[in-house]
């Protein structure tokens, strides 16, 4: 089926739900950039997505704690693109954190690429996309900014600012005609989740992406990936704290 | 979700160093006549010549291209050039001289149709040439050579043009015509922006005795008495114009609506110094003195389908063809000129896919065969253009002429999410009747050509002369549209 978007960019493009995003789109003929941070990453993606002939796939090494190239980068790419109506935001880190541990390395390095880095390129494109009155926004977000859970305290913080920041976005510029959709996703196979063993309710990361697009082209506010998780947090977010503590998540 | 080490985060960025962006508020979403696509462009709207030549050097220090609108008539991508500078001339609209004895006018590239023919018809005088609607500036006639309903006898607006000043991305600020660069003069107009930007034009207008015109309208029953009719009239009548019922089939093919208008001459008009007043041109903005025209297309658009356009021309062919038939009424000029003004907005009965106009050129010997096949593809294809008109042509001596000794026919295609492709494959069918024909095709309106196409009937030679001059006036190639990238691609050879 032929995307409704004819150019978009994905940042944090070189693996997981980014990478298999960028997959989709371009196998539906739309022209996407990708952006990471791991050049070698991104030319093998790209050779294998544009191993057809069509030039669909660009890709743009960039760290995303850089931000202060994102304007003249963000431009670049819409101009090499010849405009962008669809981004997504996929960029996420999720170090290992022990039980007792207390790293504000890895701490810093989650708020940075999960939140500021987002912040730093959602801005930018909502200016956009504001401006002249349509596109579509989607931030990866999580189910683990949905509660503050003793096992990821920087990592919850991260998406649970995520969510509030795209919140405030949408009710910003949502009335233009732009969707800004959040999209939580529970445990995805992804390189990043490797080695944290089975988790439940665990999907594909092609599954996930299909979920995300039609979301996207739905411009549903929140989208929980798979829908189940909606159900689920419908009761963990209403258990009350003196409870949550005891559950140990 | 992209995994990154925690070993590298301090490392520097592999990012290459960029150019710096362009400002960002001037961004703004430029759209099609026709609605059919838009684009993000940079907008500038400068005032003087000096405006234009900094914002060609903008586009020089961003790398960026430059598309030259004025106010965006073309049906399609003419003056769009997505993600880069769009030099938008509607500020740059003043009346810089006017001889009320001579009819001789010179205007800066952003002043309309309206803006001149509100300004000299009080003295007596009106454009020798108009499009449909009045919004037109002069920057896009030259651009475009645009035509009117009396192209056959008066040629294209650019037969009118007594010279022009052009600001090319050289530098140089050119005075052009027959006489001086002569070549650059026939190049530019018809050239669509591509040459370099309109910043004067002087041009002769018409003289006339009253602020009305004389029309006949009356019915023909099918295609080859339309071609009869307009081959008997010509000679004689001052404007010539057909609506075409798309849907009527079988022995009512082509039926149609003519209506022929006459200037009157001096002492007919008993009043003249009332009718030419801009007053009694201007066209009313209710329909029976009730229902403001501003909301029509509201209600139009509850027939904006096959079925509700099936009936609205049937309805119409059968008013004009019995009540209306054979009628010689009084007009104003803008009420006769300006059709496509009549009803405000009506184009937004077509949204939210838009429309294309599907505009061909073709010799007289051919045209009747080559229309007959072109509705009957239509209606094969289950795409029936909305509305369809009819109009005689003359040949002329400019470089990208769409003008033929012949005929043209304008078909209004709906585009909807469902059947955008269907109506380029269309198009593509329709493009090859027009080639086999000996057609040529009209950059204002054109939306669905490709390269090959507009080689085929531009032909080598005239190709080359004009990718000469482009080469000449514009080395860097800063003016592009996506018209242009459409159809010649960037290098011009």
């Given at each position: 089926?032929?995307?409704v ?10 693996s997981g739900?980014?990478e298999?995003?960028a ?40 760290d ?25 935001y ?10 007792n541990e ?18 730093g390129?959602?801005?930018?494109v909502?200016?956009?996309f ?17 509660r503050?859970?003793?096992?990821m ?10 969510t509030?920041y795209?919140e405030?976005?949408?009710n ?8 800004v959709v ?5 445990p ?5 989740t490797?080695?944290l ?8 990361a ?13 411009g ?18 209403n ?11 | 979700?992209?995994?990154q ?6 490392e ?6 960029l ?9 703004e ?14 907008v500038?709207?400068?005032t ?20 030259l609108?004025g ?26 001289d ?6 001789v006018i010179r ?16 003295d ?16 896009g006639?030259?651009?475009?050579n ?21 600001l ?14 002569s ?32 029309v006949?309208?009356f ?15 010509m ?8 609506w ?18 006459d200037y ?6 008993p ?10 041109q ?6 029976l ?16 389908n ?5 009936l609205i021309?049937?309805?119409k062919?059968?008013?004009?063809s019995?009540?209306?038939n054979k ?11 300006f059709?496509l003004d ?9 949204k ?10 073709v010799?007289e ?14 209606q094969?294809?289950?795409i029936v253009p909305?509305?369809?008109?009819f ?10 002429s ?8 304008a ?11 269907r ?6 069918e329709l493009?090859q ?10 950059f ?7 390269s ?12 080359h ?8 006036c514009?080395?860097h ?17």
């Amino acid at each position: 089926m032929p995307s409704v978007w004819k150019q978009a960019i994905i940042v944090g493009a070189s693996s997981g739900i980014g990478e298999e995003l960028a997959r989709q789109l371009v196998a539906q003929g739309c022209r996407v950039a990708l952006v990471a941070r791991r050049q070698e990453e991104l030319e093998r993606i790209v050779s294998a997505l544009n191993a057809g002939g069509v030039q669909n796939a660009l890709i743009y090494p960039h760290d995303v704690r850089h931000s202060e190239e994102i304007p003249t980068l963000f431009q670049k790419i819409a101009h090499d693109l010849g405009g962008v109506d669809l981004f997504i935001y996929a960029a996420g880190v999720m170090p290992a954190v022990e039980p007792n541990e207390y790293c504000f390395e890895k701490d810093r390095q989650m708020i940075e690429i999960n939140l500021l880095g987002a912040i730093g390129w959602i801005n930018e494109v909502a200016q956009r996309f504001g401006q002249t009155h349509s596109g579509t926004i989607v931030g990866i977000s999580s189910v683990a900014g949905e509660r503050g859970r003793m096992t990821m305290p920087a990592y919850c913080t991260s998406k649970a600012a995520f969510t509030t920041y795209l919140e405030a976005i949408r009710n910003r510029i949502g009335r233009y005609g732009v969707k800004v959709v959040t999209v939580k996703p529970g445990p995805v196979i992804t390189p990043m989740t490797a080695g944290l063993g089975k988790m439940p309710l665990q999907i594909t990361a092609e599954r996930a992406a299909s979920e995300i697009l039609v979301a996207a082209k739905r411009g549903r506010a929140n989208a929980f990936v798979p829908h189940t998780w909606r159900w689920i947090f419908l009761i963990l977010r209403n258990v009350p704290s003196f409870v949550f503590k005891k559950l140990k998540l | 979700m992209a995994v990154q080490s925690l070993e590298n985060q301090k490392e520097e960025s592999v990012s290459t160093p960029l150019e710096k962006p362009l400002p960002l508020d001037h961004l703004e979403r430029v759209e099609a006549w026709g609605m059919n696509t838009s684009v993000c462009s940079y907008v500038y709207r400068p005032t003087t010549v000096e405006g234009i030549r900094e914002v060609f050097q903008i586009a020089k220090a961003h790398d960026r291209t430059v598309a030259l609108r004025g106010s965006g008539c073309s049906y399609g991508d003419a003056s769009l050039g997505a993600e880069n500078i769009s030099l938008d001339l509607t500020r740059m609209n003043r009346i810089l001289d006017w001889s009320p004895e001579t009819g001789v006018i010179r205007v800066e590239p952003g002043a309309t149709i309206r803006n001149i023919w509100q300004y000299v018809i009080e003295d007596g005088w009106w454009l020798p040439v108009v499009s449909g609607t009045m919004f037109v500036s002069m920057g896009g006639a030259l651009g475009m050579n645009i035509h009117g309903k009396n192209n056959y006898g008066m040629g294209p607006f650019g037969e009118h043009v007594l010279a022009f000043d052009l600001l090319t991305p050289a530098g140089e600020l050119l005075r052009c015509s027959r006489e001086e660069n002569s070549e650059l003069f026939f190049g530019a107009i018809g050239g669509f922006g591509m040459l370099g930007c309109f910043v004067s034009v002087t041009l002769r207008l018409k003289r006339i005795y009253s602020g009305q015109l004389s029309v006949y309208a009356f019915a023909t029953p099918d295609l080859s008495t339309l071609f009869r009719e307009f081959e008997a009239r010509m000679g004689s009548a001052d404007y010539l114009v057909a609506w075409v019922d798309c849907f009527a089939t079988g022995k009512a093919l082509g039926r149609s609506l003519i209506h022929q208008a006459d200037y009157l001459a001096k002492g007919v008009d008993p009043t003249p110094t009332q009718t030419l007043r801009v007053k009694h041109q201007e066209l009313p903005e209710t329909i029976l003195g009730l229902i403001p025209k501003s909301i029509m297309w509201r209600f139009m658009k509850l027939f904006g389908n096959n079925w509700g356009m099936r009936l609205i021309n049937r309805t119409k062919y059968v008013q004009g063809s019995t009540l209306g038939n054979k009628k010689t009424f009084r007009q104003s000029h803008a009420a006769f000129a300006f059709l496509l003004d009549y009803v405000p907005n009506w184009k937004f009965i077509y949204k939210p896919g838009g429309l294309i106009q599907y505009q061909s050129f073709v010799p007289e010997a051919t045209a009747e065969a080559c229309f007959r096949a072109q509705l009957e593809t239509c209606q094969r294809a289950g795409i029936v253009p909305f509305l369809g008109v009819f109009k005689r042509h003359r040949k002329d001596s400019f470089l990208m002429s769409h003008a033929v000794e012949g005929y043209s026919f304008a078909l209004d295609l709906p585009v909807t999410k469902h059947n955008r492709e269907r109506v380029w494959s269309l198009a593509k069918e329709l493009n090859q009747l027009v080639l086999e024909a000996g057609g040529r095709f009209y950059f204002a309106k054109d939306s669905t050509l490709d390269s090959e196409t507009a080689r085929s009937y531009l032909g080598e030679e005239a190709l080359h002369r004009f990718y000469a001059l482009k080469r000449s006036c514009d080395p860097h190639n800063l003016l592009q549209t996506e018209l242009s990238r459409r159809l010649f691609g960037t290098d011009w050879k």
